[in-house]
């Protein structure tokens, strides 16, 4: 069936989900597990090593295949077809977003203006994997010989958040006495206190920037580079223990860094789709180039899943309708991200980036304003901290927020019964949020315990907890190099399809670029000794001159 080409909220099948709205606004979801013994198995889909229960939803059979007729009406099969094989996706750049060929295998073949860009990826992995190599054993050090003990990775956004998801999520991986260090906030707390332990002598400065010049970044690498030089290093030196990945080699040989030591950024990669890019140099130095590619296998798997499995068995599909479904039919305002992993602990800051600068955005490709709700905000943390926290608001709040549980059915470290008490707060939880406590099951509870009847019926009501709050749970047999390369690529699927439905571009980040133009504007005038003219308002006016009195400028 093509494409409609009504705008979203005039297309049939978004009045079809409206009318399944209606019909299911007064059903309990635990009603529809009574009726139905075979919910929990329908709803469990499976692709590239991950699970996805998604049975505890305000769904029926009939809402799903709803949801997936908007999608085709959409384009989403088309639109998918053109993200793979390198077509101007991203169309305010009129670039292509190739993130997806960065984890393609060395024999398939993906063309950007007629070259095939696979050979130059493979060429870049064969490089990481020589610098791994060499490190390892000693042949790459520092300029006085000594080998490397601290990794130093300054970069900021993409360049920052997935590397440090993976390094942080393989952990039981690392392959030797390395240790990894990141840098982002132009705080100079962040790059004071990161240095202050570390041995000049010992440290490799990973400079990551796509342009060589976002300000947080060089900032932070020019801080580096000095504290380098004032604490025994010398010009000639800077190649020892400076490389950068970047698309700017001139402005980084001009750093100091040698061309040996400049891995490629390409104009096809998002930084918050670049992990999977030299961007990932920290994750392949700590956890090895193996153990790296079993990453980008584990994505390529996802990929293929993505590509070939029907709509209503596709995980990152059934993810995205699922929050279509809650953001624009159910009025939710956010959606709550929940590992219940400690390896897995910056998921929800990595995803963050990826979902809301991907699709926080108020227009359609074609510069028409929306009149529907898009990205929503994303947030979350480890799932037992969680519940002693914020829990509280999604059991009892008046805000519905729906949320994915991320769990592994075994762990890496099994103390005593630790895992099975976690696995049962995560089930906990999620059936909580579905089936909640009435109140006369509150009031039966509390004149079980002996409590008199004017009590009960002043606290019955306290009790109660709504439940009707939908949740998801990825499942995996454990977090490793291939399942932590799945979850990541299912979350850029998930995201792209959300774009699609609402015909945002998921590959631009104008709102940023407006911040980055503004703060340069600004800071000439914190830091000038002469006389500085208007910011353009009187409250940013205000502050400066606050600043510039507190710095005695």
């Known amino acids: ?43 469990l889909i499976t692709g590239a090593g991950l699970s996805l229960d998604f049975s505890r939803n305000r769904l029926t059979d009939e809402t799903l295949s709803a949801l ?38 060395a024999d398939s073949s993906v063309l950007v203006d007629g070259r095939d860009i696979i050979p130059e990826i493979h060429a870049t992995q064969a490089r990481m994997e020589q610098l791994d190599r060499d490190i390892q054993i000693g042949t790459q050090t520092g300029h006085t010989g000594r080998a490397f003990t601290d990794i130093v990775s300054i970069g900021i956004g993409g360049s920052f958040l997935g ?21 982002a906030n132009i705080d100079g707390t962040d790059i004071a206190e990161t240095l202050k332990p570390l041995n000049p002598e010992t440290t490799l400065f990973l400079v990551q920037s796509k342009s060589f010049r976002t300000q947080e970044t060089l900032d932070n690498s020019l801080v580096a580079r000095e504290w380098f030089l004032t604490n025994g290093g010398n010009e000639n030196a800077i190649a020892s223990h400076f490389m950068a990945v970047t698309a700017n080699t001139d402005e980084a040989v001009r750093f100091g860094i040698h061309p040996d030591n400049i ?31 079993a990453l980008l296998a584990g994505a390529h798997a996802m990929d293929c899943h993505f590509k070939e499995a029907p709509a209503e068995q596709n995980l990152p599909v059934v993810m995205a309708l699922l929050s279509i479904w809650y953001n624009n039919f159910w009025g939710a305002q956010s959606h709550a991200v929940l590992p219940y992993d400690e390896y897995l602990k910056h998921l929800p800051e990595h995803l963050q980036q990826l979902d809301m600068e991907s699709n926080g955005k108020k227009v359609t490709q074609r510069g028409i304003p929306v009149d529907y709700e898009t990205g929503p905000i994303l947030w979350g943390g480890v799932g037992a901290n969680g519940q002693h926290a914020y829990y509280q608001l999604i059991h009892q709040g008046t805000r519905l927020v ?56 002043a606290l019955a009501r306290h009790k109660a907890i709504p439940g009707n709050k939908p949740s998801n749970i990825l499942l995996m047999d454990k977090v490793t190099p291939e399942t932590l390369g799945a979850l990541v690529a299912l979350y850029e699927h998930r995201t792209f399809v959300q774009s699609v439905i609402w015909d945002v571009d998921c590959f631009d980040q104008w709102g940023v670029e407006l911040g980055k133009q503004m703060g340069n504007e600004i800071l000439p005038r914190l830091i000038d000794n002469g006389e500085v003219g208007s910011a353009g308002d009187s409250a940013t006016d205000n502050l400066v001159s606050l600043f510039r009195s507190a710095n005695r400028r």
């Not at 992990?275 to 140099?281: E, H, K, M, V, Y």
């Open 68 to 105: 997936t007729n908007l999608a085709t009406a959409c384009g989403l099969p088309q639109r998918i077809s053109d993200l793979f094989t390198g077509a101007t996706v991203n169309l305010t750049e009129n670039r292509p977003a190739l993130h997806t060929a960065l984890r393609q295998p």
């Open 263 to 293: 891995f490629p950024m390409w104009d096809w990669v998002g930084g918050r789709y670049s992990l999977w890019s030299a961007i990932g140099l920290p994750i392949a130095l700590m956890v090895g180039m193996d153990n790296f590619r």
């Open 402 to 457: 729906p949320a994915d549980f991320v769990i592994p059915l075994t762990s890496h470290n099994q103390v005593a019964e630790h895992h099975a008490a976690l696995f049962a707060n995560c089930l906990s939880q999620a059936r909580a949020m579905m089936a909640g406590k009435t109140e006369a099951e509150a009031a039966q509870e509390l004149v079980d315990s002996g409590l008199d009847e004017a009590s009960t019926a």
């Open 163 to 183: 590397p440090k998801l993976a390094v942080e999520a393989l952990k039981p991986y690392w392959q030797s006495n390395l240790k990894c260090h990141f840098v």
């Open 1 to 43: 069936m093509p494409p409609s080409s009504a705008p979203l909220t005039q297309k049939p099948e978004w009045q079809a989900l409206l009318q399944q709205k209606s019909q299911l606004v007064n059903v309990a979801m635990r009603d529809l597990f009574h009726t139905d013994p075979q919910r929990a198995d329908r709803y």
